[in-house]
């Protein structure tokens, strides 16, 4: 144990080849005090967990992720064209329901709001992802930030984390997991692989200089596909701190 500081499923291996990625005020509905310019600026995540493949990725996600200095969150609207699971993943999705992470739902054109807030203290994200199902209104969050070590870590509610990597590809931004863990009070717990969920694989894709494309996916290694999602976004005018 370590501690650290602070669906028609699409199958995931389309993806892979291209690739050779609680708690607190709600996001949607609180603004944050004013922070320091360090703490305050969303796209410095990135930057330290991109390194030098920063300056690779392209300009129009870069400004996506940048706030003023007057806006306390970034906020994206758009709608999910698709929300797929297969009978597996919505039982997967129901067993831990409590932890609200995944939807069971099958769906299509389903409104949808994503907001980025940075934390109060340290370098990291509170996000906010909200579907807008006709009989539901399926509501998380995560917090992502950077570990002792330097990986880019999301924990959601639950107790459930998992380690990100991140993938710059021409007009894209992946996140692709790299394993996952039970975090409590500061403590991590490395899953063993049998345990995993399956691998999961966001993709950001730019269209223009206010649209981008979203992909989830996420596939088990013995089961296949379990979850697919895919939708058009764009970053609207943000909460004034």
């Given at each position: 144990?370590?501690?650290?500081?602070?669906?028609?499923?699409?199958?995931?291996?389309?993806?892979?080849?291209?690739?050779?990625?609680?708690?607190?005020?709600?996001?949607?509905?609180?603004?944050?005090?004013?922070?320091?310019?360090?703490?305050?600026?969303?796209?410095?995540?990135l930057r330290a967990?991109?390194?030098?493949?920063?300056?690779?990725?392209?300009?129009?996600?870069?400004?996506?992720?940048?706030?003023?200095?007057?806006?306390?969150?970034?906020?994206?609207?758009?709608?999910?064209?698709?929300?797929?699971?297969?009978?597996?993943?919505?039982?997967?999705?129901?067993?831990?329901?409590?932890?609200?992470?995944?939807?069971?739902?099958?769906?299509?054109?389903?409104?949808?709001?994503?907001?980025?807030?940075?934390?109060?203290?340290?370098?990291?994200?509170?996000?906010?992802?909200?579907?807008?199902?006709?009989?539901?209104?399926?509501?998380?969050?995560?917090?992502?930030?950077?570990?002792?070590?330097?990986?880019?870590?999301?924990?959601?509610?639950?107790?459930?984390?998992?380690r990100v990597r991140?993938?710059?590809?021409?007009?894209?931004?992946?996140?692709?997991?790299?394993?996952?863990?039970?975090?409590?009070?500061?403590?991590?717990?490395?899953?063993?692989?049998?345990?995993?969920?399956?691998?999961?694989?966001?993709?950001?894709?730019?269209?223009?200089?206010?649209?981008?494309?979203?992909s989830i996916d996420?596939?088990?290694?013995?089961?296949?596909?379990?979850?697919?999602?895919?939708?058009?976004?764009?970053?609207?005018?943000?909460?004034?701190?």
């Open positions: 144990m370590e501690r650290s500081n602070t669906a028609r499923p699409a199958p995931a291996a389309c993806v892979e080849p291209a690739l050779a990625g609680l708690g607190g005020e709600s996001a949607a509905t609180a603004a944050a005090p004013r922070l320091p310019a360090a703490a305050h600026d969303l796209a410095a995540l967990a991109l390194g030098p493949r920063w300056a690779l990725l392209h300009p129009h996600i870069r400004a996506r992720f940048a706030l003023a200095p007057d806006e306390s969150q970034a906020e994206y609207f758009g709608t999910m064209h698709q929300v797929r699971c297969t009978w597996l993943g919505g039982l997967f999705a129901r067993l831990i329901r409590y932890a609200r992470v995944l939807p069971h739902h099958n769906a299509e054109r389903v409104p949808f709001r994503f907001d980025v807030q940075p934390l109060r203290e340290g370098l990291g994200w509170l996000k906010t992802r909200t579907y807008h199902f006709a009989d539901e209104v399926f509501s998380f969050r995560s917090r992502m930030s950077l570990g002792r070590d330097g990986v880019l870590l999301e924990r959601f509610g639950g107790g459930l984390g998992m991140l993938e710059v590809l021409p007009n894209r931004l992946v996140f692709v997991d790299d394993g996952y863990f039970l975090h409590w009070r500061g403590y991590r717990l490395p899953l063993p692989r049998p345990l995993w969920p399956g691998r999961f694989v966001l993709v950001h894709r730019d269209l223009d200089a206010t649209r981008f494309e979203v996420v596939a088990h290694p013995w089961f296949g596909p379990l979850f697919h999602q895919d939708g058009t976004f764009e970053r609207t005018e943000s909460v004034r701190g």
